[in-house]
């Protein structure tokens, strides 16, 4: 598997995930965290518990990638992606589906993808075109 392959796995995971050690689990315990809330952490426990509040309060989140930009320089990676996030609370009521921005900084340690800056940012009114 390529880099390019491996670190758009690991945001793909991230995406994927309804806990705090999913969504922290590629993370190292400098790890910076801006999220779309405002809300912002180093390292891992704290977001975990950031995490699982948030998904405690829902019954399902779905999320699609709808762009991923991803930039390998050695053992650096960036990678950018445009989320369409729909929720579902726990009474069953669906949420208006948003879009989210998602800026990943990752670095290889030795020999993993590691996430070492993480960014969230909700788009409101955007259809989540990137102009070229």
């Known amino acids: 598997m390529t880099d390019k392959q491996q670190v758009e796995d690991i945001v793909r995971q991230i995406a994927r995930s309804f806990s705090g050690i999913d969504s922290t689990k590629d993370w190292t315990s400098e790890t910076i965290w801006f999220d779309a809330a405002p809300y912002a952490s180093v390292g891992v426990e704290k977001a975990k518990r950031v995490f699982d509040e948030a998904f405690g309060n829902l019954k399902s989140c779905n999320v699609e990638i709808l762009d991923m930009r991803t930039r390998i320089m050695g053992d650096a990676a960036l990678v950018c992606s445009v989320q369409k996030w729909d929720t ?45």
């Open 88 to 132: 579902v609370n726990k009474d069953g009521s669906a949420n208006p589906p948003f879009m989210m921005r998602q800026t990943d900084y990752l670095e290889k340690q030795d020999g993993a993808w590691k996430v070492l800056h993480e960014h969230t940012s909700m788009a409101q009114d955007w259809d989540g075109k990137i102009d070229e």
